[in-house]
């Protein structure tokens, strides 16, 4: 069982990032995903997350801004980033939990994968 989070990187405030979070070993709809993030000397923190029927939810920082979907036949789920800002930045990991819905605690995930940074700066 792995999850590998892609697409991280460099961007300008205001700009855009889309990252993905694609499974191996087993079967994403049957999971809720949910995206976290930690920035350097600060606790993980829920961003977003999906049902496995697709019913989404977002931390107010990403409200607006952020959108979570997922693509069942590709076993990979994304966060769409827009309007990025500096307090964007930290490393982004994906999670699976075996149950219908997701949550913000990162108690709540079985599997995670290893994180890819997202840098705002100009």
Not at 29 to 37: E, L, M, N, S
Not at 59 to 66: C, E, I, P, Q, V
Not at 80 to 102: F, I, R, W
Request: one cysteine or more; aromatic letters at 10%.
């Amino acid at each position: 069982v792995q999850l590998q989070a892609s697409g991280g990187g460099l961007v300008q405030p205001g700009g855009s990032l889309r990252l993905s979070c694609a499974a191996s070993g087993f079967t994403l709809d049957d999971y809720a995903i949910g995206w976290f993030r930690q920035a350097p000397g600060k606790e993980r923190e829920g961003v977003s997350c999906i049902s496995t029927k697709g019913s989404t939810d977002y931390a107010d920082s990403a409200k607006g801004r952020f959108t979570i979907s997922r693509d069942n036949a590709k076993n990979t789920v994304y966060l769409q980033m827009n309007s990025l800002k500096p307090e964007d930045t930290a490393v982004y990991h994906c999670a699976a939990a075996s149950d219908e819905y997701g949550s913000g605690s990162r108690y709540d995930y079985d599997y995670w994968g290893q994180g890819t940074q997202v840098t705002v700066s100009s």
